[in-house]
């Protein structure tokens, strides 16, 4: 048996404007949230800023499951361009999920929130990215997140 390891990557964090409400579908509570420019990506295998133009697509079913898809990009100190897809599940206790939807502060221990990014880099000194696989995990907080980002070894 091969137990896979975790090298940590990085740290994000950034804010995010108001949830666009899409409303209530077939398959749950549809909204988008908009990821403002400016956050930051910190860490000893990339560094950088989260750029704008980017959202976190979100339902959640009705089993009280957030399921999020969110694409966005990291500008390196070093100039280059990376594109992330991040696909991931947030669920909790029903109490601590309306304390997140009430902007609360809650301690990331109480909810489940976990997401497999995937990267896009170009050829060059980050394509390392574009030949692993990556989990997260993350904190939301009233107006902005948290994400913590391991490769697997």
Not at 38 to 56: E, F, H, Q, R, T
Not at 116 to 122: D, G, K, R, T, W
Request: charged fraction near 25%; glycine fraction near 10%.
């Amino acid at each position: 048996m091969i137990k896979p390891e975790l090298e940590f990557v990085y740290e994000a964090g950034g804010d995010l404007e108001e949830p666009r409400q899409i409303g209530e579908t077939y398959d749950g509570t549809r909204r988008i949230i908009p990821i403002i420019a400016g956050g930051y990506v910190k860490g000893p295998k990339i560094s950088g800023k989260l750029m704008g133009n980017s959202a976190d697509w979100q339902v959640t079913r009705h089993d009280g499951v957030t399921v999020a898809d969110a694409i966005y990009a990291i500008e390196t100190d070093d100039g280059e361009i990376i594109q992330i897809r991040n696909k991931g599940l947030r669920h909790g206790p029903p109490e601590v999920m309306q304390r997140l939807v009430m902007g609360e502060e809650v301690d990331p221990s109480e909810y489940y929130f976990r997401t497999v990014p995937e990267f896009i880099a170009a050829d060059g000194p980050y394509d390392w990215l574009n030949k692993s696989i990556f989990i997260c995990a993350g904190a939301r907080y009233a107006s902005s997140i948290k994400l913590w980002v391991w490769r697997v070894l």
